[in-house]
């Protein structure tokens, strides 16, 4: 009975794979908080299917979680909102979506109160700074993150331009890519793609089109707040992607809600799948 047990000899490599397995259960029982042991356990169970490369975000509702939170600013709406973001970010990342897209500020938010206006430029700018400090410089480079804004940047304020650019440059070759559309609007990305089309003097087709835009096409993009609107974003790219509504706004935006996106992805993907190979064939 005992040449099978650890003193025995003859299973060594399958008795050290016993005891690992057994010291891991009794770390995760004893160590980790009961929270983060079913996280890591969904994220598992949802790494079993098909994981989306890129997932876009409208991030919809901080003006109105201020006022239902009683808050006195909208302003205050925002900053909850980028608090959500980075959360949103890291549940991405460590699900292992690859290519992040967000709706920062649209074009059409320029014709809001100024006041509101001024705040988003500041918040924006003063969040940039701190990403691109010398002490948050190593650890932006340990996780892997390929920063880029799209959008008219040449109508911001010179200072967030100046912001922008230190973050891009600062973005080496990485193993994620986080797009943040900020003064931008599907219409627009496609009126500088047809721009680029006639400069060149190329013909102006949906396959030109397509090569020129700025962004890839989403395989899930979801809105906050139940607003089943796309708000002029991604309307090219978006044609056969999986849209996804969540009736909270976005400071509200959770873990949960992102594992209920993926899964709905995943029950989804086959039907997409087949109509993309009919839409090549035809």
């Known amino acids: 009975a005992s040449a099978g047990c650890v003193g025995g000899g003859t299973h060594p490599q399958k008795a050290r794979r016993m ?14 908080p009961a929270a983060k042991v079913v996280r890591l356990l969904v994220i ?30 909208v302003t205050k709406g925002h900053s909850a909102g980028f608090s959500s973001l980075q959360m949103v970010m890291k549940n991405c990342f460590d699900l292992g979506v690859k290519e992040l897209t967000v709706y920062g500020f649209s074009l059409e938010n320029f014709k809001r109160k100024e006041e509101e206006v001024q705040f ?4 924006a700018e003063d969040k ?38 230190v973050a891009e440059d600062e973005s080496s070759p990485k193993l994620v890519e986080m797009n943040v559309c900020f003064a931008y609007t599907s219409r627009w990305e496609i009126a500088v793609a047809v721009e680029q089309i006639a400069k060149e003097g190329g ?20 809105r906050t707040s139940g607003e089943h609107r796309f708000s002029d974003f991604l309307l090219w790219q978006g044609a056969q992607s999986v849209f996804m509504v969540h009736d909270i706004f976005w400071p509200e935006y959770s873990f949960w809600n992102l594992v209920s996106a993926i899964l709905y992805y995943q029950w989804a993907l086959p039907e997409i799948s087949r109509r993309k190979a009919v839409n090549m064939n035809a």
């Open 120 to 123: 988003l430029m500041k918040l």
């Open 203 to 222: 013909n102006i087709t949906s396959e030109a089109i397509s090569k020129k835009l700025q962004l890839s096409p989403p395989d899930i993009l979801v």
């Open 128 to 165: 940039l700074r701190v990403i691109t400090s010398p002490e948050n410089r190593k650890a932006a480079e340990q996780n892997g993150v390929l920063i880029k804004f799209i959008g008219a940047k040449e109508l911001l304020p010179k200072s967030l331009q100046e912001c922008i650019s």
């Open 44 to 73: 598992w169970v949802l790494s079993q299917g098909a994981i989306p490369r890129h997932v876009a975000f409208i991030m919809d509702g901080n003006r109105r979680f201020a006022r239902k939170k009683h808050m006195g600013s």
């Open 19 to 32: 005891l690992t397995l057994v010291a891991s259960a009794a770390y995760l029982v004893v160590v980790v």
